[in-house]
């Protein structure tokens, strides 16, 4: 009996170690998949490394990712501008640990989530970042059952197949370059830079959902303000972008979103809900979604804003 238990322990851990060697992204910047959307976070803390301190960035959603003008904002304050936006499916947790993981002293971070932004995020999306950009994984939590599933089923699959077809110079799925939603939409400083249609099927103004509700993002925000006091980073809150027709008609519900952030939250506000307002035809195909010239409108107003509030020197 004792040799059957030895034998099998023996076993188990064998294929545990087997599993486990198969089981390594080698190739994660050849992932299928690494010239879509997600696949730009490796550029993003690319060009965020060799950038010299201090820099200007930029977190949030989508919202950051289609309506921040870097350059712009590079060329007023004389700092190096950071685009680390992407999606709002991470959650706000990922994106103040990705904050967390690449701030220095003398940084100035502007954090500009969507309006009730999820605390957890999808685990779907976070783990498809974790494929593409290693580091990823430390931004958020895995459950052990999250865990052990991907262990075993998930990332053995998916990275045996990337492993063996770089081994054997097999083509692996390319994702489409000449798409908005790709790799090859954003700029070196993380910004979208691609709109294909100026103001595509607005259907989305029909489904928006903005319901009061206990605002669970300030607790973390909060903690965050108390990491960069810590760590000599300037904080700052910059409501999102959104359009028009959505704040008309949500107007009650964001003003109370807004007292609530005045009340409780400790990062300084540079503006408010209304002063982020721009006009539907800004808006490429969500309500948080700017045009190119909506981009350009939202730049100027943002260096107007690090002006009057001396963050930055007036000409």
Known sequence: MRKFIFNLL??????????????RNYF??????SDG??????????????????RIIFVGGANVAFGIDSKAIAAATGLPVVNMGLNASFGLDFMLNE?????R????????????LSVDGDYKFKKEAERMYPPAGKYFNHTPSQFLHDFFIDDLQHNFFITFSNLTGHPTRKFPTNV????????????VVRNFDPHPSHEFLKKVVIDYQKNLDIAPLNSF???????????YFLYPCLDEQIYKSRI???????????KEMKIELLNTPEDSVFPDSLFYDTEYHLTLKGKQLRGEKIIRLLKGKMIIASN
């Open 180 to 191: 908005v939603y790709s790799r090859t939409s954003f700029n070196e400083n993380g910004d």
């Open 10 to 23: 023996v076993f188990v851990v064998l294929m545990v170690l087997l599993a486990f060697a198969m089981n």
């Open 252 to 262: 009650k519900v964001i003003e109370a979103i807004h007292r609530d952030f005045k």
């Open 37 to 54: 959307y997600i696949g730009a976070m490796v550029d993003k803390h690319t060009y965020a490394e060799k950038m010299k301190s201090p």
């Open 225 to 235: 303000k108390e990491f960069a006091d810590t760590h000599h980073i300037k904080t």
């Open 105 to 116: 002293p003398k940084d100035i971070i502007i954090i500009s989530p969507e309006y009730f």
């Open 28 to 33: 994660p910047t050849k992932a299928m998949g």
């Open 99 to 103: 904050a967390k993981a690449i701030a």
